[in-house]
């Protein structure tokens, strides 16, 4: 019928949820719609830091590939990939600027078995501010 609601009960029961155990709810459907809100952030939180591990172990494995083949070259190494991959994923929310930088100079000192000099450090930190430019248009 038209101008009255018809509130439904329900009952849900989570198990093993996120720490919840054996949890009993009964409400309306409000509440589901607030539950189940609810469910979803937690699930795209969780994906997100899911992709943020995946990503930076992906990154200190080319990372470290990257300055070993540097260590064994005559010549200069082309990083436009690698720069590239750490735009990508600074972009995207995945990392910060400071966490590529922590990343970077990890990576650094596990294949050279030394710290960057204070002008390599320089340098890194600027070539990825120019990575991590925000375009303003």
Known sequence: MIG???EKK?????????GLDNVCMQGSAGALL????????MN???KLRDSRKAYCISLRDKLSKSYRHQASAKSSVDRRWINGFMAAGYHSGLITLQELKLECLSAYRSVFKERMTEAQEAQLERRLSKLCVEDKY
């Open 4 to 6: 009255k609601t018809h």
């Open 44 to 46: 795209a939180q969780a």
């Open 10 to 18: 329900f009952i849900i029961y989570v198990t093993g949820w996120r």
């Open 34 to 41: 607030l539950l189940s809100f609810y469910a979803f952030t």
